[in-house]
């Protein structure tokens, strides 16, 4: 088929290189955020999918909406037989939606009608779900509420981050959607409706969301940690002042602390909960560099009165 491939973070950049190896379809353009800022300088920069487009010598388009005339303009005469989407990060009006014959095919990364949304990975893991996965389903007006071709299934580990899992969703997902395209193509795969039961919504999680409450149970700083990793970072403060904070150990044997009370060793750095202690992983404190939590608790010189949060 010929395909318009719409996508913008590095999440999406396995599914294209799937479908441009792919000997069955023809990627002839792809659509793409405009150029953002990004990186230490703010520089402006073309998105992961704009910059591997370019370099396989394909076109590129970067609507400000989806919905502009130009842009449908110029769809309707690229005449897509589909258009897949892997994390696009924009809407698609129904006057898109309408242009090519097979529509346009979302991979999504969890088992839907579960976690809708945006964050659907992070969500996943914040609320301690031991299974997710990746669903192929036609778009349509409603957020993530199309008619699922397939799906799946990943394991979520004990220590993943939002990022660890995502990264093997993004792989296994891009099989995924070629085996969904295939299909389709083929006329031999019917999508099937998603269940009214069992849905859940994921949204965006932001800075303020990734704040540590010590006085949760350990299992749910843990989580909220490693959902918050890579981004958008979880945090505490520490003499005012904000403290990034990497994924950290259960230590249930250790001897009780209050919330956010901590106890420095050379090598560790324990912090209460309002269940059992956690053992802080590395950390970040506002302006400076990754470390690890022993060096920068020798580097305060925490205090039996410091507290974080």
């Not at 842009?71 to 309707?76: A, G, I, Q, S």
């Not at 349509?140 to 299934?153: C, N, Q, S, W, Y």
Request: hydrophobic residues 40%.
């Amino acid at each position: 088929m010929r395909l318009v491939f719409a996508g913008t973070p590095d999440t999406a950049l396995p599914s294209l290189r799937a479908l441009l190896d792919s000997p069955r379809h023809e990627v002839v353009a792809v659509v793409t955020r405009p150029d953002a800022q990004s990186g230490r300088g703010r520089q402006v920069h073309p998105s992961p999918v704009a910059q591997l487009a370019e370099e396989s010598g394909i076109e590129v388009l970067k609507p400000a909406k989806a919905g502009d005339p130009g842009f449908l303009d110029r769809l309707r005469a690229i005449n897509p037989d589909c258009c897949p989407v892997v994390a696009y990060g924009a809407l698609l009006p129904q006057s898109a939606l309408d242009i090519p014959p097979h529509g346009w095919i979302n991979l999504h990364f969890s088992l839907l009608p579960a976690w809708r949304g945006a964050a659907p990975v992070q969500h996943a893991v914040l609320h301690g779900d031991e299974i997710t996965g990746a669903s192929t389903f036609r778009i349509v007006k409603e957020l993530d509420a199309g008619p699922v071709f397939g799906v799946v299934t990943e394991e979520i580990r004990p220590d993943d981050t939002s990022g660890d899992l995502l990264a093997r969703l993004a792989e296994s997902g891009a099989g995924l959607l070629v085996a969904t395209l295939d299909g389709v193509e083929d006329g031999v795969l019917e999508a099937r409706p998603q269940p009214a039961d069992g849905v859940s919504i994921a949204p965006k999680i932001g800075v303020d969301d990734g704040r540590v409450d010590w006085a949760a149970p350990a299992m749910r700083v843990d989580r909220l940690v490693r959902a918050c990793t890579p981004a958008p970072g979880a945090w505490t403060e520490f003499r005012g002042q904000r403290v990034k904070l990497g994924p950290v150990r259960l230590a249930p044997e250790a001897d009780k602390l209050e919330p956010g009370e901590m106890a420095a060793s050379k090598k560790a750095v324990l912090v209460g909960t309002g269940s059992h202690p956690i053992e802080l992983g590395e950390v970040q404190p506002q302006g400076k560099r990754l470390m690890t939590s022993a060096e920068w608790a020798r580097g305060v010189r925490v205090t039996g009165q410091d507290r974080l949060g």
